[in-house]
């Protein structure tokens, strides 16, 4: 842990980091709490003042120098990522990149943040809006991401001018130690930013008892992000959630089948279908649905299952047990219920790994589990659809409304069916949209505000309205 830029907590029992791949341990972080989390609270309070008060420019500069550290290091961030949750090593390549791409984008945001002037209703006034940061900012970060969810919140806190304490997944801490290190490095004042490891709920529970935080920025499960609504009520602290995502991939008629094969493999198996914007459920129109499920299981075969350490393997395991149990059930529910496995449907568990085969269900139905809730695992079910209408009103019946996919060569139709869709991003012929510079979020149950973008830092900063009489 790092609190108020000393390394701490050797003294603290540890918590074990497993690589899932293979069962073995990698490391181990101090098992933080209540008392470690309010160090870090009172850190990132005292540093708020004189953080907030350097001009955009001076923080700019701190987090460009992260931002190149991280592309230097890309190599040990990748290879920690791979080795405490299993991330294929390409992908945490990826990762590290996406992610320091938000440091830089919102080190340039933060010069941006403009406030207003606004004309006055009567002579003698001059209305304006002045924007300030927000305070201490808490950060609550899943482990599918390691480092990505936690440079999307990082960057633009710290360019508004708020402080930061960071609370990542006890499954994927390290990847988090790895990045505070770089942060050391770039010598950012002590303070302002702290990282505290160990048990979620004790940490959660100072987190939102002190008064200090201000906001609260967490990606993970709905359910947690209710609980995090309910209690930040009392002190109507601020949030950011980035909450669970059930996405539609509706494949019209006119698609472009290879267009269309891409991007439902991008979308996939893309983190072995552990992203909240990955396509779970794919809704094929008639005219194509033959076609479609013979060329899409074909490119599915070609996936390597394996360890990600392996540069050639495309999927890699679970995170834990019950990930994998989760995905079983789901297949087995489908199959249970008349829907046919084309290929895969298997777990694998030699070695002490958790992996799931690479798995197309076709002829699935809205009553199977895996229509209705996220499986989180390399498994694309497949339902037959007749039209358009139909399309949106499956997609749409769901509380969830993070990420859709459209797959059709009709601008006309494809606008229509984008306009009717309530979810936050759409990739429209396209299965990877997330970029640094565009508002990712969800509607419905998939949460409150956007992150990325210049909506992004708008989460940081209060308006605070004045009105001055002039003499
Ligand atoms: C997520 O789905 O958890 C994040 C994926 C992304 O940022 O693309």
């Known amino acids: 842990m790092n609190i108020n830029g000393e390394w701490v907590g050797g003294e603290l029992d540890t918590k074990d980091v497993v690589n899932p791949a293979n069962g073995k341990t990698v490391g181990t972080v101090p098992n933080g709490g209540e008392a470690e989390a309010e160090q870090a609270i009172t850190a990132a309070h005292e540093a708020f003042g004189p953080w907030s008060e350097l001009t955009a420019y001076e923080r700019a500069g701190y987090l460009k120098k992260l931002h190149q550290l991280m592309l230097d290091n890309q190599e040990e961030l990748a290879q920690i990522m791979t080795?405490?949750?299993?991330?294929?090593?390409?992908?945490?390549?990826?990762?590290?990149n996406y992610a320091a791409s938000f440091i830089e984008w919102f080190a340039e945001e933060g010069k941006r943040i403009y406030g207003e002037t606004i004309p006055a209703h009567v002579q003698g006034k001059r209305l304006q809006v002045w924007k300030k940061p927000v305070g201490v900012v808490a950060a609550i970060t899943p482990w599918n991401f390691p480092v990505a969810m936690l440079t999307r919140k990082m960057g633009p806190a710290l360019a508004a001018g708020c402080t930061f304490m960071m609370k990542p997944s006890g499954d994927s801490p390290l990847t988090a130690v790895k990045l505070m290190e770089l942060c050391e490095k770039a010598g950012f004042p002590?303070?302002?930013?702290?990282?505290?490891?160990?048990?979620?709920?004790?940490?959660?529970?100072?987190?939102?008892?002190?008064?200090?935080?201000?906001?609260?920025?967490?990606?993970?499960?709905?359910?947690?992000?209710?609980?995090?609504?309910?209690?930040?009520a009392d002190q109507v602290k601020r949030l950011s959630l980035e909450l669970g995502g059930h996405a539609p991939l509706i494949v019209l008629d006119d698609a472009n089948l290879e267009t269309a094969v891409k991007g439902v493999m991008a979308s996939k198996f893309r983190n072995a279908g552990q992203t909240c914007i990955c396509a779970n459920r794919i809704y094929v129109q008639s005219g194509v649905y033959d076609a479609f499920v013979e060329k899409f299981s074909e490119a599915v075969e070609q996936l390597k299952v394996g360890d990600g350490e392996d540069e050639s393997v495309d999927i890699g395991p679970l995170i834990n047990q019950a990930g994998l149990d989760k995905v079983n059930s789901h297949v087995e529910d489908a199959v249970t219920k008349g829907a046919a496995v084309v290929t895969g449907g298997e777990a694998i568990t030699d070695d002490g790994g958790v992996f799931f085969q690479p798995t197309v269900i076709k002829d699935v139905d809205p009553s199977m589990v895996m229509m209705q809730e996220e499986t989180f695992g390399p498994v694309a079910p497949i339902q037959k659809i007749e039209t358009i209408d139909e399309a949106v009103s499956f997609a749409n019946d769901t509380p969830y409304g993070l990420a859709a996919y459209v797959f059709t060569?009709?601008?006309?139709?494809?606008?229509?069916?984008?306009?009717?869709?309530?979810?936050?991003?759409?990739?429209?012929?396209?299965?990877?949209?997330?970029?640094?510079?565009?508002?990712?979020?969800g509607m419905k149950e998939s949460g409150i505000g956007r992150e990325g973008g210049h909506e992004g830092i708008e989460a940081f900063v209060e308006s605070q309205y004045v009105s001055i009489g002039m003499n």
């Open 190 to 232: 002590k303070g302002v930013i702290n990282l505290v490891t160990g048990s979620s709920s004790k940490i959660t529970k100072a987190i939102m008892e002190n008064k200090k935080v201000r906001k609260i920025t967490f990606t993970g499960s709905t359910e947690v992000g209710k609980l995090l609504i309910k209690q930040s």
């Open 409 to 441: 060569e009709n601008v006309s139709k494809g606008t229509q069916l984008i306009e009717q869709l309530n979810f936050g991003i759409v990739g429209w012929n396209d299965g990877a949209p997330s970029a640094a510079q565009v508002p990712f979020g």
């Open 83 to 96: 080795l405490e949750m299993g991330k294929p090593i390409n992908e945490s390549r990826g990762e590290v």
